[in-house]
């Protein structure tokens, strides 16, 4: 199992950013995916999460109705669409495969940082 995220940068408060994540070494369309963000020096905090086939998505409080996640089975991409990005969101974000009531694999992740 492989996932690899990209997309990160530095961006201003109210840019957007979209990140990215490849999936490979699964059948990827068999899986919920979530992604997960840890900003510097704070635990992990679960941000997004959507069904295998795409029908149903999750969103955290905090980033509800700012940011969108999606997928394209068809290539085996996860996407999360991050729009007015606030200093708050700047962290490390981190996309994983979801296993019974947690996830199971993880990418290495991509740095969002939010700053004028």
């Known amino acids: 199992v492989q996932l690899v995220e990209s997309g990160g940068g530095l961006v201003q408060p109210g840019g957007s950013l979209r990140l990215s994540c490849a999936a490979s070494?699964?059948?990827?369309?068999?899986?919920?995916m979530s992604w997960v963000r840890q900003a510097p020096g704070k635990g992990l905090v679960w941000v997004s999460d959507?069904?295998?086939?795409?029908?149903?998505?999750y969103y955290a409080d905090s980033v509800k109705g700012r940011f969108t996640i999606s997928r394209d089975n068809a290539k085996n991409m996860l996407y999360l669409q991050m729009n007015s990005l606030k200093p708050e969101d700047t962290a490390l974000y981190y996309c994983?495969?979801?296993?019974?009531?947690?996830?199971?694999?993880w990418g290495q992740g991509t740095l969002v940082t939010v700053s004028s």
């Open positions: 070494g699964f059948t990827f369309s068999s899986y919920s």
């Open positions: 994983a495969r979801d296993y019974s009531e947690g996830m199971d694999y």
């Open positions: 959507i069904t295998n086939g795409g029908s149903k998505t």
